[in-house]
């Protein structure tokens, strides 16, 4: 990637998402914007071709790695397309959402909203995963690069590969901000309708761009052999 489209994909992207988020939290009425925030609303949409983009890369990378002969790496792009193709799955109830069947009648009283995924059965299987992938944003996307720049001896030398570089800290530092944003709406002081999607749509955003620096690296490590 040229500095052109780093700058692109890293700063601008993520920059004019939110500006366009405020855009619409101050222009539109609730009731509008609980329609585009519903479950076939353009954030879910949105989501989902953001990880199925992700997922793409993820497999990609697991190839690029595969040649080399990388297996470590392979698996940990294996792993992201797993977790990707499980995700995405999840956010539009496995073609549910496009195709509207009607959720089997046994696991519709499993399931808190009445839908054929499996995040809305456990808090396992939902808030764990997320609050997993939320720590990874803010400990990968803002402290190991901090760490990575002053003080690099703390970090194992031998996962130097897959930690994220700075180029994400932009898209976390955003994430972050949402998600002091989300303790204010305890108080009503939040500016979003509904944040948690808003939130969403940036924890996949920055899964996208690590997987896309990840692959990078793994190609120009390949150039340089």
């Given amino acids: 990637m040229n500095q052109n489209k780093n700058h692109l994909l890293f700063f601008w992207v993520p920059l004019t998402i939110l500006v366009l988020q405020f855009i619409l939290e101050f222009t539109i009425q609730s009731y509008h914007l609980a329609q585009i925030h519903s479950e076939n609303g353009p954030h879910e949409l949105l989501q989902f071709f953001i990880l199925v983009i992700a997922l793409m890369v993820a497999l990609l990378g697991a190839k690029k790695a595969h040649s080399q002969k990388n297996t470590p790496i392979t698996l940990w792009f294996l792993l992201a397309a797993v977790c990707c193709t499980y995700v995405a799955g999840e956010e539009v109830s496995w073609g549910q959402h496009f195709v509207n069947w009607t959720t089997p009648e046994y696991w519709a009283s499993l399931n808190d909203q009445g839908e054929t995924n499996?995040?809305?059965?456990?808090?396992?299987?939902?808030?764990?995963?997320?609050?997993?992938?939320?720590?990874?944003?803010?400990?990968?996307?803002?402290?190991?690069?901090?760490?990575?720049?002053?003080?690099?001896?703390?970090?194992?030398?031998?996962?130097?590969?897959?930690?994220?570089?700075?180029?994400?800290?932009?898209?976390?530092?955003?994430?972050?901000?949402?998600?002091?944003?989300?303790?204010?709406?305890?108080?009503?002081?939040?500016?979003?309708?509904?944040?948690?999607?808003?939130?969403?749509?940036?924890?996949?955003?920055f899964v996208l761009l690590y997987l896309l620096d990840l692959s990078k690296r793994i190609s120009l490590k390949q150039t340089d052999a």
């Fill in 118 to 205: 499996f995040h809305n059965t456990s808090s396992w299987l939902d808030q764990k995963p997320r609050l997993i992938l939320e720590i990874g944003v803010i400990v990968g996307g803002l402290l190991i690069p901090l760490i990575t720049r002053f003080k690099p001896s703390l970090l194992p030398s031998k996962f130097a590969i897959i930690y994220p570089t700075s180029n994400l800290a932009f898209t976390a530092l955003i994430f972050l901000c949402l998600k002091v944003t989300d303790k204010a709406d305890k108080f009503g002081l939040s500016p979003f309708e509904r944040v948690s999607e808003v939130q969403e749509l940036y924890l996949f955003y």
